[in-house]
């Protein structure tokens, strides 16, 4: 039996939590040490999760003590942490958003690909067990090829309390949740080429954007409309879900409320009802996104052992942080941008 991955979790954060219940779901790998600047945190996570050692200094990557890093700290500190796990040979998974800009990002992964260090961004939305659903009934032919869709995430969830972040993120909405739905655009419907997108800034005292229409063109033709908010008003609130709809020459999907997808063919309609893995630490209303993060990690430890590639490796990222960087400039420039060159080395 060999032994399991060793590993070390960075961010003790509000959402680390949700990863170290996960990493006692998942097979193959532990976490033995968690690190964080705040010793206080570090402290709690390490008791509260029974793991032995902790940290303040992230240099102890470099300890030989470790197979791989689980990064779960805001974007703005990922390139260094990314940079030191590089040095000392660590696989890696990196929580979303990978940076604040496509630059950035294609540095980030520019670094790990000249020292051959897998890289992997917790990118878990497409994990969420809805969207692996409709991905195999699309990939079975039912309503053929794809030709729209739309992904809406509207709610007036109180995201500020647990995440303060958000307050001063001069990139807010798109970088947060818009990342999200431009990953889950691409899983589903195929690589994209042209953005054109809306922002708007509604709640008052926001650094950033806190809604946005985003328009993209997919090679294939299709259209994908995504529109994200964290000002709609609607009671009860549809937080944390993404709906929507997949439409193709032969059939149509709904995503419905209750994690419900409603397959409509030209002679039959049904519904089926996405039940979550019911694990024990998961809870209302977290729990869809919660639980798909045993499945991200799972696929993470799997990918190594086998040498598969990631489903989100840094590499393949680098499209959605240029739909997102061509997002922002669309909205800057109130016109359609093509994201061709934006993720390559030398790119705009
Ligand atoms: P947080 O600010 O609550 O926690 C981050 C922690 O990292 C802090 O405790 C901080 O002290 C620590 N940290 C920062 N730099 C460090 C360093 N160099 N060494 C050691 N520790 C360091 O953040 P959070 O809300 O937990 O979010 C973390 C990330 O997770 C964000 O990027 C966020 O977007 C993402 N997130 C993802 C999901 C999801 O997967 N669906 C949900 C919520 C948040
Ligand atoms: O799930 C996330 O990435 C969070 C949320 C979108 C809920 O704000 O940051």
């Known amino acids: 039996m060999t032994p399991p991955l060793k590993g070390l979790l960075i961010g003790c954060g509000f959402f680390s939590r949700n990863h170290l219940h996960a990493w006692t779901n ?11 600047l705040d010793a206080d945190r570090a402290r709690a996570c390490s008791e509260d999760f029974n793991i ?4 303040t200094d992230a240099s102890i990557m470099a300890s030989g003590k470790f197979d791989f890093v689980d990064i779960c700290t805001t974007m703005d ?4 942490l990314v940079a030191q796990a590089v040095s000392a040979g660590l696989s890696i998974i990196v929580q979303k958003p990978l940076a604040e800009d496509i630059i950035t990002c294609r540095r980030i992964e520019a670094n790990a ?36 869709a739309s992904l809406s995430w509207r709610n007036d969830i109180d995201v500020y309390s647990n995440q303060p972040y ?3 993120t001069e ?54 409309v995504i529109d994200i908010s964290y000002a709609t008003i609607r009671r009860p609130s549809s937080f944390p879900q993404t709906l929507g709809v ?20 030209d002679k ?42 990631f489903e989100t490796s840094v590499r393949e990222s680098l499209k959605t942080y240029a739909l997102a960087e061509a997002a922002y400039e669309s909205a800057a420039m109130s016109q359609l941008v093509n994201i061709q060159n934006l993720e390559e080395d030398g790119g705009r």
Do not use: Y
Request: hydrophobic share 40%; glycine share 6%; with cysteine.
């Open 26 to 36: 998942v097979e193959g790998a532990a976490i033995t040490a968690v690190c964080d």
């Open 52 to 55: 032995a050692t902790w940290h």
């Open 77 to 80: 500190t990922h390139e260094a």
């Open 113 to 148: 690909r000249a020292k051959n260090v897998r890289v992997m961004v917790h990118e878990n939305f497409r994990f969420q067990k809805i969207f692996r659903r409709l991905r195999a009934i699309l990939d079975s032919g039912e309503i053929g090829e794809t030709t729209f």
């Open 166 to 168: 958000l307050l001063n």
């Open 171 to 224: 990139r807010f909405m798109i970088m947060d949740v818009g990342i999200h739905m431009l990953d889950l655009a691409q899983f589903l419907m195929g690589d994209a080429d042209t953005v054109n997108c809306l922002n708007q800034s509604v709640k008052q005292g926001l650094a950033g954007e806190d809604a946005a229409t985003i328009m993209l063109h997919h090679t294939n033709a299709a259209t994908t």
């Open 246 to 265: 997949v439409e193709g020459r032969e059939g149509t999907i709904q995503i419905l409320e209750g994690e419900i997808l409603r397959v409509h063919t």
């Open 268 to 309: 039959t309609v049904r519904d089926e009802v996405i039940e979550d893995d019911k694990r024990d630490w998961t809870s209302a209303p977290w729990t869809q996104i919660q639980d798909s993060i045993p499945r991200i990690q799972q696929h993470f430890i799997d990918c190594l052992k086998s040498t598969n590639p």
